[in-house]
């Protein structure tokens, strides 16, 4: 079978209505099928005002809003209705891609497997951690049983970093788990971005040192211990700012836990890596990312990265070389790690040069010739 000759139907909770790094990269994904001849439909909820035009031909599919207080803005995809599986018949794939293990992502899975068609699932995020976040933790075994009889049941799974792959089969999710990474938009992140004027029309002056947040503004990302780490780091009177770039549900909690912090917002294309090139180091505290877009983001924009040890962010951040790897949950030891980051110009500037070196790496095309050689590889068996 050659690439031209794939049918694919890919399954996605959220393709385009709210922009997050899963969406961006299976947009980049359904871009490079198409461009290579391939057939691609995608199935996921469709809302009146998406944050982006999709990729390809997008597939309505039922859905409800998301069934968790502070996340309105997500809707959850209910099944499979009769109009969308005439689609899938009308479509006749010869491979599923399921991206989500959402009742959907299920539903899918299910109708593949009756049929005899391959299936590849590929992980974007740690969903067995969210319930934490909402006072759940104690159904994380359960969320876990669910998705190790999910991934089990597909042909192979892709996932963004080597660590992920290592987490999850040691977790049981599957023994067929190649890379996928992600790759970088280098024009729009790189040190060149840096403003000046923009920095000072927030107030920031020129020699002031910004440690950045960027991302979705949801629990889940690790904002309590982002918080908990800058109050750490004004005790030990460093000198800072704080720039969150970003906005979300838990904007209001995220600005009564960082007086003084400055908060700029939802920024998208050449804004939003101007506004991360304006920084001067980049504070990653979450464990859910299964790869980190906004940690290689950072790093081409010529920051340094002080990230958690986990999935994802451990297979990009060189400790003591592009940043600080710090044991996750540990605010005392965040600071400590940020510190000299804001007393010694020559460490920040070297570490943040060393990480824009490694995002160079990172190529979207050869990135995403790696699921086709899976869809492939399993189209085979």
Known sequence: METSDLRIALFSGNYNYTRDGANQALNRLVGYLLRQGAAV?????????????????????????????????????????????????????????????????????KWARERGIPVLASVHTRFETYPRYYGLGFIEPLIERILRRFYNRCDALVAPSQSMIDEYRSMGMHDDISLWTRGVDRETFNPSRRDLEWRRSYGLADEDVAIAFLGRLVMEKGLDVFADAIIELRKLQAPHKVLVIGDGPARGWFEK??????????????????????????????ITETFGNVTLEAMASGLPVVAASATGASSL?????????????????????????????????????????????????????????????????
């Open 257 to 286: 836990a960082l007086p003084g912090g400055i908060f700029v917002g939802f920024q998208t294309g050449k804004d939003l890596g101007r506004a991360l090139a304006s920084a001067d180091v980049f504070l990653n505290p979450s």
């Open 41 to 109: 439909r995608v199935f996921s909820p469709k809302v009146r005002d998406p944050d982006f035009e999709p990729t390809g031909e997008l597939f309505d599919v039922p859905n409800i809003p998301m069934p968790v207080k502070g996340r309105g803005e997500y809707r959850m995809p209910t099944g499979l209705n009769t109009a969308a599986k005439n689609a899938l018949r009308e479509f006749k794939p010869n491979m599923v891609h399921v991206s989500s293990p959402d009742p959907t992502g299920h539903a899918a899975l």
């Open 317 to 381: 951040v060189n400790d003591g070389e592009t940043g600080r790897l710090v044991p996750p949950g540990q605010p005392q030891e965040f600071a400590q790690a940020m510190a000299p980051y804001c007393t010694d110009d020559a460490l920040r500037l070297a570490h943040g040069a060393a990480g824009e070196r490694r995002s160079r790496d990172y190529s979207w095309d050869a990135i995403n010739q790696a699921v086709v050689d899976a869809y492939l590889r399993i189209a085979k068996c």
